[in-house]
């Protein structure tokens, strides 16, 4: 059987590890059994190039970065016939996607895991023509930016954080949307949405009770906009208390699941997908695609 690992290193990633145990973790993917190529990136795009022009002469790819290198190497392999099996050790300063598979912070306890021989099958988001890992966002959130401060709970914490410092209503930004999914239809003017396939959501720890990532569908949480005063202070407490998105009920926040989304505005907006930019757009289709990829998988903790 092929053995070939090509090794994908984003240097340039949040945190450092890498140039401490790089040695380390190649060292552990040989002993795995597998020839090693080592390909280190030096610009955005370098890994999705190099996935499309060799990926498939690979068995496996491992990537060393974070969820943005994630995602270039994922979009890379869905232009492939033959699919190379898929590892991802963090390093970046989310690393919501390797949570996800159960793959640790540490290097060397990440290549241990990574080497090895626990393939699943995952579904991934697919956005107009581009793929996502985890997440496709608009609205207040992605206007800042999407990495969750290191102070702030979690993704719907900083959400909170934001609408306590606006200083007025008209501060809050919002997007007139119609929102359609397998059930229904949601129209309204919204400040924040998101749609995932995802356990681990910017520091929010469990998604849905039962989610999966090859259960089919996809979850989305829409945040309309907030009238009064008082509508704010219901809103930042519905966030706060946030611990499934099955709790994300109340008169602006709720949360839906389906097998595709079709969101229209009436101005375009910007949209993030696994936290890069997504570009701009006033209709988009946001579908999940079943069993995409096989990835490598650490045991799922108790």
């Known amino acids: 059987m ?12 949040g945190r450092t590890e ?31 190039e190099k996935v499309v022009r060799e990926g498939e002469s690979y068995s496996r790819i491992v990537c060393c970065g974070g969820d943005g290198t994630a995602d270039e190497v994922v979009n890379g392999i869905m232009t492939l016939e033959k699919k ?41 988001g697919k956005f107009l023509d581009k793929y996502f890992t985890y997440i496709a966002a608009f609205g207040t959130l992605t206007e800042i930016t999407y990495e969750t401060p290191q102070d702030a709970k979690n993704i719907f914490g900083y959400l909170a954080y934001i609408l306590e410092g606006a200083k007025r209503i008209s501060a809050i930004k919002s997007y007139q949307a119609r929102v359609e999914y397998d059930e229904g239809v949601i129209e309204g003017s919204f400040i924040f949405g998101l749609f995932s396939n995802s356990i681990s959501l910017g520091g929010l ?11 089919g569908l996809l979850e989305a949480v829409l945040i309309k906009e907030p009238t009064t005063l008082l509508d704010v202070q219901s809103t930042i407490n519905v966030l706060l208390s946030i611990e499934h998105l099955d709790d994300a009920k109340g ?17 375009p907006i910007k ?19 079943p069993k995409a990829i096989t990835v490598i998988r650490g045991k799922k903790k108790l």
């Open 271 to 289: 949209w993030t997908l696994d936290g890069e930019s997504g570009g701009v757009h006033n209709e988009v289709t946001i579908e999940n695609v």
């Open 18 to 48: 890498i140039r401490t145990y790089a040695l380390e973790a190649l060292e552990t993917l040989q002993k795995s059994g597998f020839e090693v190529t080592v390909f280190i990136t030096q610009k955005k795009n370098d890994a999705f």
């Open 84 to 124: 190379p099996e898929f590892a991802v050790m963090p390093t970046g300063t989310t690393n919501d996607y390797a949570f996800n598979l159960n793959i640790p912070s540490n290097i060397p306890a990440a290549a241990k895991i990574v080497g090895g021989n626990t393939p699943f099958q995952v579904d991934i």
């Open 205 to 215: 720890r469990t998604a849905y009770t039962g989610t999966e990532l090859d259960d």
């Open 251 to 267: 008169e602006f926040v709720q949360a839906v699941r389906s097998k595709k989304f079709r969101i229209t505005t009436k101005q």
């Open 2 to 13: 092929d053995r070939r690992l090509l090794f994908i290193i984003n240097p340039k990633s």
